[in-house]
């Protein structure tokens, strides 16, 4: 599990520099075009929004797979280590449910339902863009199981 993990977590690394640096092109690029030769590139602004919604998605299932998301520390801190633990199993629970019910199946739904409207620049159906809930909710929900595994590892020992 430890050797699948990683493969992902380099895998979306390295897919969302890819994304960051494609995004940093496209917006420079779409300021040249603006400012400096007054005729604004239209795909340029789409596209760099589209891939600013599959960052967002997949640099959250990334973050959330590392543990690195944001959570409220002072109220955990109170209790002992034991306790600690099942709340941050319990948290681990929630936002699993939240993947699987408004990400996976949600985002199926939505992502389905938009494959037949297509974006007017790009001529790329919405569904694709859409596609990046679902995907990232599995990866939620894989990372879900790691974590899960590795806490209760912890409340073992």
């Given at each position: 599990?430890?050797?699948?993990?990683?493969?992902?977590?380099?895998?979306?690394?390295?897919?969302?520099?890819?994304?960051?640096?494609?995004?940093?092109?496209?917006?420079?690029?779409?300021?040249?075009?603006?400012?400096?030769?007054?005729?604004?590139?239209?795909?340029?602004?789409?596209?760099?929004?589209?891939?600013?919604?599959?960052?967002?998605?997949?640099?959250?299932?990334?973050?959330?797979?590392?543990?690195?998301?944001?959570?409220?520390?002072?109220?955990?801190?109170?209790?002992?280590?034991?306790?600690?633990?099942?709340?941050?199993?319990?948290?681990?629970?929630?936002?699993?449910?939240?993947?699987?019910?408004?990400?996976?199946?949600?985002?199926?739904?939505?992502?389905?339902?938009?494959?037949?409207?297509?974006e007017s620049m790009t001529q790329i159906p919405m569904g694709?863009?859409?596609?990046?809930?679902?995907?990232?909710?599995?990866?939620?929900?894989?990372?879900?199981?790691?974590?899960?595994?590795?806490?209760?590892?912890?409340?073992?020992?």
């Amino acid at each position: 599990m430890k050797f699948i993990r990683s493969k992902i977590d380099s895998f979306l690394q390295w897919f969302c520099l890819i994304i960051v640096s494609a995004m940093s092109i496209l917006v420079l690029y779409q300021v040249i075009t603006r400012y400096i030769f007054n005729a604004p590139s239209n795909i340029s602004e789409v596209v760099a929004r589209s891939l600013f919604v599959w960052l967002t998605m997949f640099g959250g299932a990334f973050v959330f797979g590392r543990r690195e998301h944001m959570n409220i520390e002072f109220i955990r801190s109170k209790f002992p280590p034991k306790i600690k633990i099942c709340i941050e199993m319990f948290s681990e629970l929630v936002i699993a449910v939240f993947a699987v019910l408004v990400m996976i199946i949600g985002g199926f739904w939505q992502a389905s339902n938009q494959m037949i409207q297509v974006e007017s620049m790009t001529q790329i159906p919405m569904g694709y863009i859409y596609s990046a809930i679902p995907i990232s909710g599995i990866l939620i929900l894989f990372y879900f199981a790691c974590n899960t595994y590795d806490l209760y590892r912890k409340l073992k020992d």
